[in-house]
Structures are given as C-alpha cells and as structure tokens.
C-alpha cells in the first residue's frame, strides 16, 4: 500500500502586486494555519517517509514548517515541476518516487493539486490553502498508482 498527501500550501500573500508569483509569501493566519494543520496531522500520527515541495517561497516556507511540526528530520526534496505543473506532470513525479517511500507528502499550489485529487480519486471539491488530502493505493509501487486503485481516505481542513 501506498499512502499519497497531497497538500496546498499556507494563505499566501496577495497584498503586493509588484511581487513574482514564485516570491510570494505565506501570511501570518497562513503560517497559523500550517501550524494547526501540522498539529491536526501529528495527533494522527502521520510523519511521510519522503517530503517533496515546489520550491516556491510559500511551499517552502510551508514545507519547513510542516517539518519541524511533524519532526521530520530528512531532508525535503525541492521539486521545480511542482510550480505551475499540468496534474499529468505531478502524477509524473510521483512515479518516479522509490518503492521503499510508503509515505509520500507532496506539497505544491492549484490548480494541479486539486486536479490531482479529482483525476486519482475522485475528489469533490477544491483544495484550499493550507488544506491536506490523503489518497491510499491498492499497490507497491508508485508507477502502479492510478484512479483504479486508489481511495479517498479524507480531506483534513483547520477550522
């Protein structure tokens, strides 16, 4: 079994239109936010095996976060696709995860990480910022992963 998280990262900061997308940054309710959510995932006793981010300042400050939340003392692995990706690129991505990672959290922006949720398993509704979504699969091997063999677990939300 594979265990896939797919999370969007913290409210960003929308206040400076003169800022690149790629340098925008996650506001203090996001950062709170990130907290809670991490704290919400700690109770649940879930800590990924791998932990892969968009290197976007939000989703890395986000991931960082997540981390030291979680106590995740690997290194996280900064993956460029995950910035602007089309879902069949991020699906890509996980494919190419080692087999012996049962536990993947990926860490990246919409509108390809609700795409992802949709396509895999059937998701209902949008991933918002800060929002996790867990999807299991029926398989061994992350090239094997697809919407046959996986299950919506949950949707885990902060208040």
């Known amino acids: 079994m594979k265990t896939l998280f797919i999370m969007r990262h913290g409210q ?10 790629y340098d925008i940054e996650v506001t203090q309710k996001g950062l709170e936010d990130v907290k809670k959510i991490s704290k919400i995932l700690k109770e649940k006793n879930i800590l990924p095996d791998l932990l ?6 939000r989703t890395k400050t986000t991931a960082e976060l997540v981390a030291k939340e979680l106590g995740y003392s690997k290194n996280i692995m900064y993956n460029e696709v995950l910035f602007q990706a089309f879902v069949n690129e991020v699906i890509e991505s996980i494919t190419y995860t080692f087999d012996n990672v049962d536990t993947l959290m990926i860490i990246g922006h919409n509108p390809s990480l609700t795409a992802l949720g949709v396509t895999l398993a059937g ?11 867990k999807i299991e699969f029926d398989c061994n091997s992350w090239t094997s992963i697809d919407k046959s ?10 208040d």
């Open 52 to 57: 892969v981010a968009s290197p976007a300042k």
């Open 149 to 158: 063999n996986a299950r919506l677990i949950e949707h885990i939300k902060v």
């Open 123 to 133: 998701l209902k509704e949008k991933i918002l910022m800060g929002e996790v979504v």
């Open 12 to 21: 960003k900061d929308t206040s400076n239109l003169n800022v690149d997308d």
